[in-house]
Structure formats: C-alpha cells, structure tokens
C-alpha cells in the first residue's frame, strides 16, 4: 500500500502530499466498505501515515483585475453570454452552482428585480439580482436569439451549442473562464475565486463581516472570520508600536 500512495505515476514524476493523500483516503474508503461487509478484519491504510498538505491560500480578484478580465471577452454570443455569467457571479457572490443552475423562472420581475436560487444544503433564497447582472443576461440571451418573455420558464438562462438543450455546463464555463482569464494576463483559477472576489470587494467598499457572513449565506460570523482572514490576511495592530521600541 505504501508503494501503491507514493508511486510514480504516468507523468513520470514523483507525485505530490496532495496526490498520496488522495490515493489513500480511494483505497482506505473502499477498505471500510469490505470491512462493512466482513470480507476483511483490517485496513491497511491505518498503518500508513498520510502526509501534510498545506491549503494553498485563497485568493481574489481586485476590482481592476475584474474590470481586465471582462475587457478581453469577445462581443461573440458565448463571450456575452460568459461576461453575464462573470457579472453576476462577482455582484451577488453566489456559488458556481447556484449561478448556473438558474432557470427562466428564478428571475423575478414584479415589485424589483430579484432571482431564487438553491443553495449549500438545500437551502432556498431569494436576492435582489443587481441591474448591471440582468441587463448582462438580456444582452446575452438577445445574442442566442432568445428572450426572458418568450423561453419556458424552465429553461435555462445559459444557452450552449453543445448542451442538448439542458444549458451550459459546469466544465464549459470553467474553460472558457480559463481562456479569459489567460488573455487577460491573470493567473489560472478556479470559478470560485469570483465568490473570494465578490466577498473581497464588499469588504473593501466597508461592509461589516456580519454584511458579508449574510451575503455569503455563511452559517455563522466565525466561518466568514475565517474566510476573510485567508483571504486578506491577519491584521497586525502592534507592530508599529514594536518597531518604534527597537528603533526600526
């Protein structure tokens, strides 16, 4: 088992604490199962020692790097349909699941402009939906020769050629996100560096970290505490007043 976790694999290099853990938490998984079913007494991946992996920090995007990324979206159907996406991810900093998953009838247009959506958990809610998000939906659904007034209402808001119908997919957007942000000039990431960049960006416009705890849907203030200190790093309040003492 330990030459299983810490083999080299098919790129020929040795494979990194993340790769071993991996490796082990497949195999000790399916251990449990045979255990379950009395196949076997033991798991031989208690024996093994699994190795440290360091999260790599969090990070999001400033508002300059957003407002770059958006600059070098073509004025194609897809590029209009992937800047609304972008748009509203950063503006309301919901989960990439939450975003794309949205259907016709989750934008609500009677007394406001609001969306519903399913959330971490199941849990429903309903927002107000920014204007700049669904002027940027309309825009790219007009592009697909679509619109709000006349789709099924269970149809979804992100037209694809290559989606059967069912909407754009989540490894779609992920690429193209991907694409765009190369152009841009900005370090490969995930989607969820836009929900980092929409908590990022309401702190830095001075909201509370209880105005962001509520915007994120977070359970509780310690789990936003946590979130915005990877993100922004820890204050340091003292050592001004330690550096003066040492005559630095």
């Not at 790769?19 to 007494?41: D, E, P, Q």
């Not at 406001?112 to 825009?139: C, D, V």
């Not at 960006?201 to 705890?213: K, N, P, Q």
Request: proline share 5%; charged share 25%; hydrophobic share 35%.
């Amino acid at each position: 088992m330990f030459a299983f976790a810490h083999g080299i694999g098919p790129s020929g290099r040795k494979p990194a604490a993340v790769t071993i853990g991996a490796r082990l938490a497949c195999v000790s998984s399916f251990y449990r199962f045979l255990i379950r079913m009395k196949i076997v007494a033991t798991n031989p991946c208690d024996q093994i020692e699994r190795p440290r992996v360091s999260p790599s920090a969090p990070r999001g995007l400033s508002a300059e790097e957003i407002r770059r990324l958006l600059g070098v979206i073509p004025e194609s159907s897809i590029g209009r349909r992937d800047r609304a996406i972008i748009i509203t991810l950063a503006l309301t900093g919901r989960r990439r699941s939450e975003v794309l998953n949205l259907k016709v009838k989750d934008i609500i247009r009677s007394g406001g402009l609001f969306y519903t959506y399913r959330g971490k958990g199941g849990k429903q809610g309903k927002r107000e939906l920014p204007r700049p998000a669904f002027e940027g939906i309309e825009t790219a659904l007009a592009a697909w020769g679509k619109s709000l007034d006349d789709m099924d209402p269970e149809e979804s808001l992100w037209p694809s050629k290559c989606s059967n119908g069912r909407g754009l997919t989540s490894g779609t957007f992920y690429a193209s996100l991907r694409r765009h942000m190369q152009r841009a000039g900005l370090p490969p990431a995930g989607v969820h560096i836009l929900r980092h960049s929409a908590a990022k960006l309401r702190r830095d416009v001075g909201e509370t970290i209880d105005d962001v705890s509520h915007f994120l849907d977070h359970s509780s203030l310690a789990t936003t505490t946590t979130y915005l200190r990877r993100l922004e790093g820890q204050e340091d309040r003292s050592w001004g007043r330690v550096a003066a003492a040492i005559g630095v």
